[in-house]
């Protein structure tokens, strides 16, 4: 099975700051990656797959990096609506299914 | 626009069967393209993939859950549908519904949720 760790569980940052989250895979995944925003009470969003596609209608300020074991989620310059949970999710050809990280939450500092 | 809507008893007691809906609209269970899949999340806590199934019947479920889950699909009611047996407290959680897209990508197809149900909340307590 593999396990997908996301770091830090909770990352501080003012408004206009640059975040950067971490997702790292247990066994290479490729770029079988994809990360999700969630807002309390509402189903988290996707907003990029293939590790670094972003998805319809997500804003430029979004991006994702990394193959293999490392991934990194970036917003450049973090808005207002941006504070939320994010989680990381891979996908494995056997068995098959999805694991998703544990989350990081990104808090107004 | 796709969208995906879940229903069913919002409580459920312990030792008995949960059992959800997710009806489709603008777009179809029948497509090819996509697989069915229901994800659940435990107030406070993080996302649990349950399963996935497509057009065809064929399923895919957590191995966690695989022995007390069972996923269907109806395509004349545009619709699939989540049961799953012996449930305890531990089951109390947000239950959604999502269509899993496949894109291509090095090393084959990347799999990744792009529409999702608003979710509904199932608590198991008798």
């Known amino acids: 099975e593999i396990v997908m760790t996301q770091s830090p569980a909770t990352l501080s940052v003012s408004p206009g700051e640059r975040a950067t989250l971490s997702c790292r895979a247990s066994q290479s995944v490729s770029s079988n990656l994809a990360w999700y925003q969630q807002k309390p009470g509402q189903a988290p969003r996707l907003l990029i797959y293939g590790a670094s596609t972003r998805a319809t209608g997500i804003p430029a300020r979004f991006s994702g990096s990394g193959s293999g074991t490392e991934f990194t989620l970036t917003i450049s310059s973090l808005q207002s609506e941006d504070f939320a949970v994010y989680y990381c999710q891979q996908y494995n050809n056997w068995p098959p299914g999805l694991t998703f990280g544990g989350g990081t939450k990104v808090e107004i500092k | 626009q796709v969208q995906l809507q879940e229903s069913g008893p919002g409580l459920v007691k312990p030792s008995e069967t949960l059992s959800l809906t997710c009806t489709v609209s603008g777009g179809s269970v029948s497509s090819g393209s996509y697989y069915w899949s229901w994800i659940r999340q435990p107030p406070g806590k993080g996302l649990e993939w349950i399963g996935y199934i497509y057009y065809s019947g064929s399923t895919n479920y957590n191995p966690s859950l695989k022995s007390r889950v069972t996923i269907s699909v109806d395509t004349s009611k545009n619709q699939f549908s989540l049961k799953l047996s012996s449930v305890t407290a531990a089951d109390t959680a947000v239950y959604y519904c999502?269509?899993?897209?496949?894109?291509?990508?090095?090393?084959?197809?990347?799999?990744?949720?792009?529409?999702w149900g608003q979710g509904t909340l199932v608590t198991v307590s008798s």
């Open positions: 999502a269509r899993v897209m496949w894109s291509p990508c090095s090393g084959g197809s990347c799999y990744s949720l792009d529409y």
